[in-house]
Structures are given as C-alpha cells and as structure tokens.
C-alpha cells in the first residue's frame, strides 16, 4: 500500500512538475513580451519627449520674432504718423503762403446795392 501511495504521489508529482515547467515556459514568454513592449514605450516616449524640446524651442523662437516684428510694427506705425504730422504742417505752410501771395492788397468790400431813394438822388 505505502508502494502504491509512493507511485501515485510520484506520478502527481511528475505531473504537477511537467505543468510547472510548462507555466514557467509561459511566464518566461510572457516577461520576454512585457520587456518588449516596455522597451518599445522607453523609445515612443524619448522620442515623445525629444519632439516635445524640438517643438518648446521653435514656440520660443516664433515669439522672439513676433516680438521683434510687433516691435517693428510699432516703429513703423509711429514713423507714418511723424510724416502725416509732417505732411500737415507743410500743407497748412503751403496753403498759408499761397493766400498771403494771392491777397497782396486788401480789397475794400463791394458797396451795398441802392435804396430807391439814393437812385432818386443821383437822377437829380
């Protein structure tokens, strides 16, 4: 009886020893995939973060230059306004100059017209 005890143990064993080997088997296939997989995300996400740079340094860069041209913007809108001012004054110089060159000697007004009594007047 111990005999068959010792077999049947034996024989469980065996068994339960070939099904460990054959979830170690899986395990062991299961950990390669994972590694895998993490070292795929360990490169998806370096290149993630080194776009990431790329894209916070050109975001820097295009702000410089619209500071720059808001900059020049201001400049020239400030440039445009200095020579209308300009244009202005020498217009209302010009416009000036003209009249006092126009008018040299002031002309008395026109005589009103006359009343009939003044035109009976002069007849007699």
Do not use: H, W
Not at 58 to 65: E, I, K, P, R
Not at 67 to 94: H, I, M, S, Y
């Amino acid at each position: 009886m111990k005999l068959a005890i010792a077999a049947v143990f034996a024989a469980l064993l065996a068994g339960c020893s070939q099904q460990a080997t054959a979830d170690l088997a899986v395990c062991k296939s299961d950990l390669t995939r994972a590694q895998a997989d993490l070292a795929t995300a360990k490169t998806a996400q370096t290149a993630a973060e080194q776009k990431a740079t790329g894209l916070e340094q050109q975001v820097a860069t295009l702000n410089t230059q619209l500071t720059e041209v808001q900059g020049q913007a201001t400049d020239a809108v400030k440039a445009a306004e200095q020579k209308a001012a300009q244009a202005k004054a020498g217009a209302k110089k010009a416009a000036a100059k003209t009249k006092s060159e126009a008018s040299p000697v002031a002309q008395p007004p026109p005589a009103p017209p006359l009343t009939p009594q003044e035109v009976r007047k002069k007849r007699f």
